[in-house]
């Protein structure tokens, strides 16, 4: 699978006759946009829809085109995930049934494998052009799966999360958002490449939230409209290493508002609005039908459930006081991706 190039005064035009969705069923292919300038500058990449159903970014890039917004300096937009997207019902499949997620096919130490499946592929075709470019920084912008606040995502090279590097990382995220979370966890997303230059992850928030296409929308008008990275960071909330709750094999799951015997796991449907809180200890978020070892695990086999949650009577408790984040209601995602992550919060 390779990128098309669409020049950039058919990409407008495709903008000013069509809505969103039609402007992507125009473009029709895994393809990139070169903004014209005449800055010297090495450009700024700004990557979306790599997962299909997380339209923040793709809304962002049409309106700019559509708005004939001036680009001071280079831009490259690389749009992924496009028959993931138009697939009925459209904008609602992270990736096309029996294919891999694409942000888990990006190898930071290694070449893709090409030829292994379409994914790899795409994913080779995307970090081959961005190297290309040499950019001054690269912003992969999703939506989350849940409700919830935007953040910015950085890992760091080499998982140095106590590098003075990070400052470049952060300059580029606050641009995008007040929070900012520096993960060592490593999973295959483009984030984790090294391209010699900062790059992040941006959230935009969830992708049914009112306000995450202003937020994606808003992140790349002050990034584009800035003359350099300053210290703005110092204000934004950080938070560090947080560990990724997965539900294990041939475990099951609903969201529901109260036990079913014969489900292993039960989640609050109204979970996701503990996204970014400072959730209590003690804090009932569902129920389970086992040892929650045995039905849950976090990325880190030093680090098991049972020592941050607690379960009484079925009932499934925090057990001290949490930040989570990424916590969705959408049980097919947290099945086979997480469940959600967390912070301990003093």
């Known amino acids: 699978m390779h990128l098309t190039k669409i020049d950039f005064d058919d990409a407008k035009a495709f903008a000013k006759a069509h809505n969103y969705l039609d402007f992507l069923k125009r473009l029709g292919n895994p393809c990139f946009i070169e903004t014209p300038t005449t800055e010297k500058h090495n450009p700024i990449v700004i990557v979306t ?9 793709l809304k962002a890039i049409h309106t700019l085109l559509r708005d ?22 459209v904008f609602t499949h992270r990736m096309l049934p029996g294919q891999k997620d694409l942000n888990r096919c990006f190898l930071p130490d290694a070449e893709p494998s090409v030829g292994v499946n379409p994914q790899s592929i795409l994913a080779n075709a995307i970090t081959h052009l961005i190297r290309s470019y040499a950019p001054r920084y690269v912003v992969d912008i999703h939506n989350t799966s849940g409700s919830g606040p ?30 900012v979370i520096i993960t060592d966890i490593r999973l295959g997303a483009l ?12 959230e935009a928030g969830g992708t049914h939230d009112s306000q995450s296409d202003h937020h994606a929308k808003q992140g790349i008008t002050n990034l584009l409209n800035a003359d350099k990275q300053d210290n703005r960071f110092s204000n934004i909330e950080v938070l560090t290493c947080p560990r990724r709750v997965m539900l294990r094999e041939n475990c099951t799951l609903i969201y529901t508002q109260s036990e079913i015997d014969d489900v292993d796991l039960c989640l609050r449907t109204d979970i996701e609005h503990l996204n970014f809180t400072r959730t209590p200890a003690h804090t009932h978020i569902g129920w389970v039908n086992n040892d929650i070892d045995t039905l849950l695990m976090t990325d880190k086999v030093s680090v098991r459930v049972s020592e941050v949650f607690y379960v009484k009577d079925n009932r499934l408790y925090t057990k001290t006081q949490l930040i989570m984040f990424m916590i969705t209601t959408r049980a097919d995602i947290a099945s086979t991706d997480c469940l959600f992550y967390f912070s301990k919060s003093g």
């Open 68 to 89: 004939d917004f001036v680009f001071h300096c280079p831009v490259v937009f690389i749009i992924g995930s496009v028959s993931a997207a138009v697939t009925e019902p």
């Open 49 to 57: 829809l790599l997962h299909g159903n997380e339209v923040s970014g």
């Open 191 to 202: 984030m984790e490449w090294d391209f010699s230059c900062p790059i992040i992850t941006f």
């Open 150 to 179: 935007a953040f910015a995502v950085i890992a760091p090279p080499n998982g140095d999360i106590d590098s003075s590097n990070t400052d470049d990382y952060l300059a580029l995220a606050s641009y995008f958002s007040e929070r």
